[in-house]
């Protein structure tokens, strides 16, 4: 075990200075550097994959799974390093590089593709990724081909389950959003008026940020094309956000970011390098941005909360509107195009839409000329609204272009585990919305670090809130939307 | 040689890493991640240090030394492979985590003493750096001890050398400071008045860095509590400086960073790894930032250039100021206690009251108790003036602190490189002082690249300007202070 460890402490390191190059590249480096950038990204890579593929650490994990006396965690211990083993160690690396290589392009051209709404360019290079993915879902043995996916960012699901689980959600969902829309009252809103000077947007994000408990001391907020949060190290947690001065989103997209780095900063740093340090799947890590960014940023007491904030700041925008108002605000539902855009009632069936179409891509063959037209249909079907161009349909997320798929649904599951987590939560401390009222969230921080952050790897989602089912999310928002 | 530069590709790309890590330490990084910090810098050191040391590269060295047609640059190359190899084979890795210790120790201590005038807590832990420091001169073959120091920093010189340029230079400097005084022209002016919005010192700073030709697509100016000037990757170069709302400090600060980031910019990048992409030596570095902070930022035409901009930028702060006042104020010249408030005419003399007793700690055995009296005694008899306190004295500096000795004198060799660099630009372009008055700094540059940035490690000073004296610089410095 002190040997695994050891050999681990180094992948950490690693694992930091990607995560420095990483943050760098994407926040402060000049444009110029970019090909000497890729270049390091790429060494460091290398060296992490030659890291925890080498015949030492597969020696080193022989030896410590024939111990006689592994206690329960010990074995749980064992298996997760195991799982990132045999992981790592089925993909060949001319697979890994060559994948690489395409998705570098293919971002590249989606970039201009969506600038320009040509999706010709673009279609070419996304059919190589599905066919690299697909190739890549041979190399791991799954019931079904988009399973092999999936679980690189979630390995407790399949896709069975989550078609499952989504077809039951959005039948909940397009029972609830018509009932919202029959009843009118987070429909006929008026948003906010700008300007809403960036000074002030990053002076709020910093001050909601400290009081959910992201100390100064250990964490940055700066600004990036995309949103994100990386871990640079287990004390140094850096957060970005994106200011417009006429729309307000820099507040809620700074919550979901606090919500990742809270998570990072408070696995337990004693397991640095192992999966114990680790989050338990990207769904999770999703439950946790979502539970701040909506459970607890959209809520009626957050509204009540940040109210007078509000008013200091922008005195102009935040004329005649009262706490309530402002939490309808908050929950302005109407369905739209852009899935980032979306509100939380509509969100879910953006990623339902993205999920079935992955899952028809490699459980089914479907390709990519055939997408779009499938899009359509979607959109007009689940939102009721169907986009003019492929800007605002295929085009409107880099994922796939980045290779990334098998990712969305755990966006959608993250929102499910939230919903769960607060019904958990509402059991265990019923004062919890009171105090959020009065700018309190040490008890809510304090239930996550207890029953999630501090227990890395150890636990899985089923430990966390049972068996993952759509009840929970749907009651929580029936008890918003119709409360 | 593709062998050699395919592994010192490596290298370069763990130096990349450290100069990152280094870098957002000193700008970028929360202060409580301090500890992890330190421990990822001195992982990604020792990696270094095992890569320039490893069995598999002297082999490589050696294979390649064998080889029968070597060219007259082959065999610089190989020279300045084996000089690097064989500085880093000579030091024990404990001695080097010793000195990283004990210096990491020092600077604490000294960070403090220096804020309370405490010398008597830091004089045990100067003592203990200079121990470990002379036994660090017993790893290599030197004439004398302290030369074993300086050839880390510059292996052109010997501490023989430096005592008889610095001696001279003295004589001169005494005699022209002297004249200056009787003269007055230079001494009874007034600073001009602040506040200088931190903003406007920002907008001029980048101004005249990308005039002086440093491309904002491939560096950056951030602010750190010592300015200094980092190489992230050949075309990622960032320099720092630090505002003072009362004092415009950062336009030459930043002139100066400015010059040694032009230096790393232009360095071969067809050799990157190897000596030839990299400086000469740490005082023709200083030649560089010398020559654009002093030679071309504080002569008369570059005062007459940035005459409007002040006053753009400066309304109230230049009221009343013509070119040539102006130029005056640059060069206002009174001694003064501390080294980095130093103008040109006095800054050498710091110098060398440093290099002297550093020669006597190294070669003649002074110990850290009496350095504090012979400070004093030298203040006074070279510049005429007395540390009320040790704050103001020994304590000034932080390069002892960090174990940093033998690096002093390269400030001062890169002042007289910079007075030869000055004599041969004049001779082969005579025009280019009235270039510098049109905002013109082309020529200068051209100039400076062909003659020493492209060529890397493959040359050296001497190549450059000849046998090293003080008389250009001292001419360079009598025209200024008395034409």
Known sequence: MKKIKSYLQEYSYLKSIQSLLHWDMETMMPSGA???RAKRLSYVQGK???????????KLLKEFSRKKKLSASDKIFLKELKWDYDLNYALPSEHV???TMASARASHVW????DTNDLKSYLPHLQKLIDLKRREATYFKTKKPYDALIQLHDKEFSSTQISKLFSELKNGLLTLSNQVKEDGRFVNIKDLKGPFPIEDQRALSLRVAKLFGLSDQHSRLDISSHPFSINISPLDQRITTRYDLNHLDSLSSTMHEVGHALYEFNLPSEWEGTPFQEAVSLSVHESQSRFWENIVGRSKGFAEFIHPDMKKFFP???KGITSDSLFRVFNKSVPGLIRVESCELYYNLHIIIRYEIEEMIFNQGLNAKDIPKIWKEKYKEYLGIVPKNDSQGILQDSHWAGGAFGYFPTYTLGNLISGSLYMKLKKE???????IAKGEFSDI???LVRNIHSKGRSITANDLVGELGVQDYLNYLSEKFKG
């Open 97 to 99: 590089e060559a994948l």
């Open 48 to 58: 992490i994959h030659a890291h925890i593929t080498s015949p030492e650490y597969s």
């Open 445 to 447: 921080l304090k239930f």
């Open 429 to 435: 401390r019923p004062q919890f919305e009171k105090q």
């Open 34 to 36: 970019i090909e000497d």
């Open 316 to 318: 102009k925008s935040m």
């Open 111 to 114: 970039a201009k593709a969506k």
